[in-house]
Protein backbone atom coordinates (compact mmCIF):
# COMPACT_ATOMS: atom_id res chain seq x y z
CA UNK A 1 0.00 0.00 0.00
CA UNK A 2 1.18 3.32 -0.79
CA UNK A 3 1.13 6.31 1.38
CA UNK A 4 -1.72 8.53 0.89
CA UNK A 5 -1.36 11.80 1.67
CA UNK A 6 -4.75 13.97 2.85
CA UNK A 7 -4.50 17.45 2.57
CA UNK A 8 -6.24 20.68 0.52
CA UNK A 9 -4.25 21.83 -2.18
CA UNK A 10 -3.48 25.67 -1.56
CA UNK A 11 -2.89 25.32 2.63
CA UNK A 12 0.98 26.10 2.87
CA UNK A 13 1.70 23.02 5.20
CA UNK A 14 0.24 20.61 2.45
CA UNK A 15 2.27 22.20 0.15
CA UNK A 16 5.32 21.36 2.29
CA UNK A 17 4.37 17.92 2.91
CA UNK A 18 4.01 17.09 -0.66
CA UNK A 19 7.24 18.74 -1.86
CA UNK A 20 9.14 16.48 0.97
CA UNK A 21 7.83 13.48 -0.31
CA UNK A 22 8.35 14.32 -3.78
CA UNK A 23 12.07 15.62 -3.26
CA UNK A 24 12.29 12.19 -1.63
CA UNK A 25 10.73 10.04 -4.23
CA UNK A 26 8.13 8.64 -2.18
CA UNK A 27 5.49 7.65 -4.50
CA UNK A 28 1.97 8.61 -2.99
CA UNK A 29 -1.77 9.04 -3.30
CA UNK A 30 -3.75 12.50 -2.87
CA UNK A 31 -6.88 12.99 -1.44
CA UNK A 32 -8.40 16.36 -1.50
CA UNK A 33 -9.80 16.69 2.18
CA UNK A 34 -12.54 19.36 1.06
CA UNK A 35 -13.67 17.49 -1.91
CA UNK A 36 -13.62 14.07 0.15
CA UNK A 37 -13.53 14.12 3.36
CA UNK A 38 -12.79 11.64 5.85
CA UNK A 39 -15.69 9.31 7.75
CA UNK A 40 -16.62 9.36 10.85
CA UNK A 41 -15.72 4.60 10.31
CA UNK A 42 -12.29 6.06 9.12
CA UNK A 43 -11.36 8.34 12.30
CA UNK A 44 -12.90 5.48 13.99
CA UNK A 45 -10.43 3.24 12.21
CA UNK A 46 -7.39 5.15 12.18
CA UNK A 47 -7.94 6.03 16.41
CA UNK A 48 -7.57 2.14 16.84
CA UNK A 49 -5.40 1.32 14.37
CA UNK A 50 -2.49 4.23 15.19
CA UNK A 51 -3.42 4.50 18.31
CA UNK A 52 -3.97 8.67 18.79
CA UNK A 53 -6.38 11.20 20.34
CA UNK A 54 -9.21 12.12 18.43
CA UNK A 55 -8.71 15.92 19.46
CA UNK A 56 -4.91 15.35 17.33
CA UNK A 57 -7.40 15.47 14.34
CA UNK A 58 -8.81 19.13 14.51
CA UNK A 59 -7.77 21.86 13.00
CA UNK A 60 -7.37 24.10 15.91
CA UNK A 61 -6.07 26.95 13.52
CA UNK A 62 -8.38 26.99 11.51
CA UNK A 63 -11.37 29.25 10.69
CA UNK A 64 -13.85 27.32 10.46
CA UNK A 65 -12.78 25.71 14.32
CA UNK A 66 -12.81 29.18 15.45
CA UNK A 67 -15.95 30.48 14.58
CA UNK A 68 -18.08 27.51 15.71
CA UNK A 69 -16.13 28.30 18.98
CA UNK A 70 -14.99 24.76 18.68
CA UNK A 71 -12.36 25.69 21.88
CA UNK A 72 -14.58 25.87 24.37
CA UNK A 73 -17.47 23.32 23.53
CA UNK A 74 -14.88 20.54 22.24
CA UNK A 75 -14.22 19.81 25.89
CA UNK A 76 -17.92 19.29 26.73
CA UNK A 77 -18.29 17.03 23.57
CA UNK A 78 -18.54 13.09 23.83
CA UNK A 79 -16.43 10.92 21.17
CA UNK A 80 -19.21 10.32 18.77
CA UNK A 81 -19.64 14.09 18.69
CA UNK A 82 -16.52 14.73 17.55
CA UNK A 83 -16.22 12.01 15.08
CA UNK A 84 -19.67 13.29 13.83
CA UNK A 85 -18.57 16.76 13.73
CA UNK A 86 -14.59 15.80 12.14
CA UNK A 87 -16.38 14.12 9.38
CA UNK A 88 -18.77 16.93 8.66
CA UNK A 89 -16.79 19.11 7.03
CA UNK A 90 -12.78 18.54 5.69
CA UNK A 91 -11.59 21.90 6.81
CA UNK A 92 -12.07 20.56 10.68
CA UNK A 93 -9.40 18.35 10.08
CA UNK A 94 -5.73 18.68 11.11
CA UNK A 95 -3.91 18.49 7.96
CA UNK A 96 -1.70 17.56 6.01
CA UNK A 97 -2.22 13.98 7.07
CA UNK A 98 -0.23 10.88 6.23
CA UNK A 99 -1.28 7.61 6.27
CA UNK A 100 0.93 4.46 5.68
CA UNK A 101 0.26 0.43 6.86
CA UNK A 102 2.48 1.32 9.98
CA UNK A 103 2.02 4.87 11.32
CA UNK A 104 0.34 7.65 10.81
CA UNK A 105 1.67 11.70 11.04
CA UNK A 106 -0.24 14.33 11.40
CA UNK A 107 0.61 18.09 11.24
CA UNK A 108 3.16 18.98 9.12
CA UNK A 109 6.53 18.54 11.85
CA UNK A 110 9.31 17.68 9.52
CA UNK A 111 11.29 16.10 12.28
CA UNK A 112 8.48 13.14 12.33
CA UNK A 113 8.34 13.58 8.39
CA UNK A 114 12.23 12.90 8.57
CA UNK A 115 11.78 9.72 10.57
CA UNK A 116 8.92 8.47 8.46
CA UNK A 117 12.01 8.58 5.41
CA UNK A 118 14.64 6.92 7.18
CA UNK A 119 12.67 4.03 8.33
CA UNK A 120 10.88 3.24 4.73
Same mark, same amino acid.
Given at each position: ?????????????????E? $??????????????????? %??????????? $??????????????? $??????????????????Y???????????????? %???Q???????????? $?????
Amino acid at each position: MKPLLIGYKKCSTCQKAEE $YLKRHHIDYSFRKIKEERV %TEEELKAWKEK $YNIEIDRLFNTSGML $YRSLNLKEKRPGMSEEEKYRLLASDGMLVKRPLLI %TEKQMLIGWKEKEWEE $YVTKN
